[in-house]
């Protein structure tokens, strides 16, 4: 019978990434694929939903960035330190055998399932456009870690203190007509996850996005991330769908549930 | 073979989503329709909007799964259109659930809901959720439970199912005094307990809320039972509810005298697939046991 309590155990190594965010490893072998996420739990503090960033040779990991109360408490943690998770859930990112060269497009914390996504695309031969964007140079998370890889790290951010000033969907644009790229990728703001959908979609290339809702069980069971209006549960048949199927979505960057299931709109929220 | 009838409405099959299990909008209701469930529970809704308990909020163990989800939901006003969208979207009748926490509330809520015209209203008068806001559910007590019934029978005259707690003493005696407040069937169960689970590494409870309704396979004896005590207390039909997960557990449940089967957990388990999958296992079993018609096992483990 299926079980997914809580696993329990020590941190067994950490990285910073940003001045606010963390990685966080554990030995344990997650059985993960690049776009699923674990649910996060800090005893006596609370829980939250976290894309897998990286899993290999039994070690797996998630980056943290510290927004909220139960983010910010978790930053803190170091070596040693205890954490919880269960997992992993959701759908995860697919590379179908024909495909030869990939593109993937993260903004925000995007990027995490991304990077994760370009090591296993490299791995199995494939080449990999890293396109990330962000506020300014302090903000990139994973160029670093691409270059390392091997993929074409492509940046963009708002002020140009690193890449070319802009977004990055604009990035994806030159590199679709620029090159051979037979899957786009996607994670991040959902403005942003709904541009690249739809540039894909005009260079007839497919694509698949990263949608996230506000989450309770993770299970697909408690109804918080069902979507309109397919009545889909974000949690068990997303987060990964394909950019078609966000595009059908009535609410996809145009608003979410709270955690009551009261509507949101996008524009009218403050960030 | 399979279809029933329950206060007038009809099902194809026996199954029923169980309210707080997927449920939350109006597109989820008809997809758990469309996948084919004889009849969809929305999430309990009360007047004001609630956030529910902070998570973890919901855990598992090796037979089963305790949550303490709080009864979130958006409240009526912001419930009224998803509802009103599954009424007209859904293939299979709407049930609709509700929750207050004062009697006269039930009444003025039960009068909100039936502006979308749902089949049934359920009164949620069990959730062990809400006991330190609420004090005891009213479901642990005869007089105010025919109280809650009554209160709302004023408000609507869509056909009336109360939610009963499996965590009493004598849960026919309660079913029967309902049944002459004027109910119109009883829906049992809700989740057991409260329980708690400890996760033994950190050294502390997993649900920041402590306890939570036990709920999944480990209850299923528990609902039989209650199901069994109802069915000798009352005429009323039931909505057979707790730890079904296939279409044995189904059958199992309308031998001890439910007319419908709710599914909850079970979804956990196999997926939405499960409202498709019980009603052909229940098919299969009565073909190959010789029974023509639901009814004809309805009840039939009180046969002496
Ligand atoms: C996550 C979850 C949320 C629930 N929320 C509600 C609710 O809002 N109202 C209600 O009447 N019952 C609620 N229940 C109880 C179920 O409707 C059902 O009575 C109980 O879970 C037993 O059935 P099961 O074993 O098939 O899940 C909830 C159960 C679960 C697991
Ligand atoms: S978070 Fe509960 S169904 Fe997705």
Redesign the pocket.
Known sequence: MRNDEFIVMPIAQTKDETKTSRTFFFDYNLNSKPGQFVMLWLPGVGEKPISVSGEKEGRFSVTVCAVGPVSKAICELKKGDKLGFRGPFGTHYSIPKDVESIAVVGGGYGSAPLAYLCEHAIAQGKKAYFIEGARDSAHLLFAKRMEDAGAEVLLATDDGSEGVKGFPTDLLKDALKAHKIDRVFSCGPEIMMKKVAEISAHFNVSSEVSMERYM??GIG???QCAVDELGICLCKEGPVISGKTALSLKEFGNYFRDSSGKKIEYNSRRV | MLSVSLAGAKLQNPTVL????LGTTGASLIRVAKEGAGAV?T??ISLEARKGHPTP??TTFDA??I?A?G?S?PGIKDFLPELEAAVKGSPSPVIA?I?ASTIEEFGELAKEVSQAKPSLI?L?I??P?VNDEFGRPFACDAVSSSEVVKAAKKGTAIPLFV?LSPNVANIGAIAQAVEKAGADGI??????GPGMQINIEAAMPVLTNKVG????????PV?VRCVYDIYKATKLPIIG?????NARDAIEMVMAGATAV???????YGGVEVFSEIPKGMREFMESEGYSKIEKMRGIAHEE
């Open positions: 309770k069980c069971v408690c109804g | 169980a309210s707080g299990v529970t999430k309990s909020v919901i089963g799964m949550n989800v009864l939901n659930s929750f359920e949620n069990s959730c959720n939610k829906t049992a169960i809700n989740t057991v309704g036990v709920s999944g396979p480990a209850i299923k609902a509810t707790g730890g079904v997960t709710g599914i909850g957990s079970a979804v956990y």
